[in-house]
C-alpha cells in the first residue's frame, strides 16, 4: 500500500488507521456499513408499499370501469318525476298529485312514514319497502292556501327510512290558480 488513503478507497479498500496521519484521518468507523444497510432495507420496503398500493389501485380502477365509473351507493332513492312537484288551484281545493320513489341502491330500503312542514301536504301509501331498482307511486293529497298572484308557498314533506341519515324529501311548490282569461 503507498500509504494513500484516496488511492486505497479507489481501489475499494478501507485504510487501516495508521498512527500518525498529521491529524487527517484519525479513525475509521463501520458506524457507515451499519447506516448503508439499514438505509437498503427501508428502501426495500418502500418499494414493495409502493408495490403494493399500486395493485389496489389498479384494482378499483378495474371495479370503476366495470361499473361505469359510477359506484352505486348500497342506499340511494330517486324521487320521479322530480323533487320538486308544482302545484295550482284555487284556495281551498284539495288537489292529488302521486310521486314516485324508486330504490336506485343495491340493498332494500323501507319508507316508514312522513314529516310534513304543513298539513296542507298529505301523503299516504306508507310504509312500504323497495327492493334494489324497485319503485313505488305515492298518493298525496295537497290543500291549496291563498295566495296572492305571483306569490309561492313551499311545504317540504321529509320521508322517513329505515337508513340512518337518509331523509329524501319532496317538495311541493303551490302558486295561485291564473284568474280565467
Request: charged content about 10%.
Given at each position: 500500500?503507498?500509504?494513500?488513503?484516496?488511492?486505497?478507497?479507489?481501489?475499494?479498500r478501507v485504510p487501516e488507521p495508521e498512527a500518525?496521519?498529521?491529524?487527517?484521518m484519525a479513525t475509521v468507523s463501520t458506524q457507515?456499513?451499519?447506516?448503508?444497510?439499514?438505509?437498503?432495507?427501508?428502501?426495500?420496503?418502500?418499494?414493495?408499499?409502493?408495490?403494493?398500493?399500486?395493485?389496489?389501485?389498479?384494482?378499483?380502477?378495474?371495479?370503476?370501469?366495470?361499473?361505469?365509473?359510477?359506484?352505486?351507493?348500497?342506499?340511494?332513492?330517486?324521487?320521479?318525476?322530480?323533487?320538486?312537484?308544482?302545484?295550482?288551484?284555487?284556495?281551498?281545493?284539495?288537489?292529488?298529485?302521486?310521486?314516485?320513489?324508486?330504490?336506485?341502491?343495491?340493498?332494500?330500503?323501507?319508507?316508514?312514514?312522513?314529516?310534513?312542514?304543513?298539513?296542507?301536504?298529505?301523503?299516504?301509501?306508507?310504509?312500504?319497502?323497495?327492493?334494489?331498482?324497485?319503485?313505488?307511486?305515492?298518493?298525496?293529497?295537497?290543500?291549496?292556501?291563498?295566495?296572492?298572484?305571483?306569490?309561492?308557498?313551499?311545504?317540504?314533506?321529509?320521508?322517513?327510512?329505515?337508513?340512518?341519515?337518509?331523509?329524501?324529501?319532496?317538495?311541493?311548490?303551490?302558486?295561485?290558480?291564473?284568474?280565467?282569461?
Amino acid at each position: 500500500m503507498d500509504g494513500n488513503p484516496a488511492t486505497a478507497l479507489s481501489r475499494g479498500r478501507v485504510p487501516e488507521p495508521e498512527a500518525n496521519t498529521g491529524g487527517m484521518m484519525a479513525t475509521v468507523s463501520t458506524q457507515g456499513t451499519a447506516a448503508a444497510t439499514s438505509a437498503t432495507g427501508i428502501q426495500r420496503w418502500a418499494t414493495i408499499a409502493l408495490a403494493v398500493g399500486a395493485i389496489v389501485f389498479a384494482g378499483l380502477a378495474l371495479a370503476l370501469l366495470a361499473n361505469g365509473f359510477k359506484p352505486v351507493p348500497p342506499h340511494e332513492v330517486q324521487i320521479l318525476p322530480s323533487a320538486r312537484i308544482k302545484v295550482s288551484a284555487a284556495p281551498g281545493e284539495w288537489v292529488e298529485t302521486p310521486f314516485t320513489v324508486e330504490n336506485t341502491g343495491t340493498e332494500s330500503i323501507s319508507l316508514l312514514g312522513y314529516r310534513v312542514t304543513c298539513g296542507c301536504t298529505v301523503p299516504s301509501g306508507l310504509p312500504a319497502t323497495l327492493a334494489p331498482g324497485e319503485s313505488v307511486e305515492l298518493p298525496m293529497r295537497v290543500q291549496m292556501i291563498q295566495l296572492k298572484e305571483g306569490e309561492t308557498f313551499q311545504s317540504n314533506i321529509y320521508l322517513t327510512t329505515n337508513v340512518a341519515g337518509m331523509v329524501p324529501v319532496v317538495s311541493v311548490v303551490m302558486s295561485p290558480q291564473p284568474a280565467p282569461g
